[in-house]
């Protein structure tokens, strides 16, 4: 009993410790958003973004190793947590690959507003680093189509997940790509159906997985 109690009062203070690193989280890439917005995200320095989220730029440097880090993270989100969600969350009737990309490709639709993503457009620092989050999603993808279909190998949801990050940085690029201008990017018509077309190829691998019999796809 004794051993008990201590397990729940050690899981009790962990995820205690977890909300108060999420919440630090927040509380930087709100600071680093805003302040983005008053002065240009060049003017943004990593010690006023402590500052303004009440904590030490050594903290800081445990959440964020630039800025542009920091104020990417304001703008989407949790946007992996929400994929992932999307994904398992679908309808009985909707196959694996469609599944994917509507929660992929929705995730994406107005993210962070008009004005954030105009702000992200100038900066390639900013650009850079909003491309390089898509690999955040691939873990919590993995783990989605592992829940959604319970028969489908790690590797297997690991390797199509990949697959997929790698999809959504190719249409980003498309969308996102840099003129012969400097610091100007030509923006490619719609990121939702860029996104749809780069991953509309993995769609026949996607609804493989789901199809199986060994599967037993909980669709």
């Given amino acids: 009993m004794r051993a008990r109690i201590l397990s729940v009062k050690v899981g009790h203070v962990t995820g205690l410790r977890e909300q108060k690193k999420q919440a630090t989280r927040a ?26 989220a009440g904590v030490s730029t ?30 398992v969350g679908r309808d009985a009737d909707v196959g694996l690959g469609e599944a994917v990309i509507d929660a992929v490709a929705g995730q994406y639709e107005d993210e962070g507003g008009r004005d ?14 909003y491309i390089d989050t ?11 189509i592992v829940e959604r279909c319970p028969g489908v190998d790690t590797l ?12 959504v940085k ?13 610091g100007f990017v030509m923006v490619s018509g719609s990121v939702t159906d860029l ?17 199986t019999e060994v599967s037993r796809c909980r669709l």
Avoid: H, K
Wanted: proline fraction near 6%; hydrophobic fraction near 50%; charged fraction near 20%.
């Fill in 27 to 52: 509380a930087l890439g709100a600071a680093a958003l805003r302040l983005a917005w008053e002065r240009g995200p060049e003017n943004v320095r990593v010690d006023d973004i402590a500052e303004a």
């Fill in 58 to 87: 050594r903290t800081y440097n445990n959440y964020f190793s630039s800025r542009e880090q920091a104020i990417v993270a304001a703008v989407i989100a949790d946007r992996e947590s929400r994929v992932a969600a999307a994904v």
């Fill in 116 to 129: 954030a993503l105009l702000m992200i457009t100038g900066s390639p620092a900013l650009r850079a680093c």
């Fill in 134 to 144: 898509v690999a955040a999603i691939e873990d919590p993808l993995a783990e989605a």
């Fill in 156 to 167: 297997t949801a690991q390797v199509l997940s990949a697959g997929v990050g790698a999809a």
């Fill in 170 to 182: 190719v249409a980003l690029r498309q969308w996102l790509r840099p003129t012969s201008m400097p």
């Fill in 195 to 211: 996104l749809r077309t780069a991953l509309t190829p993995l769609r026949p691998a996607l609804e493989a997985a789901g199809d």
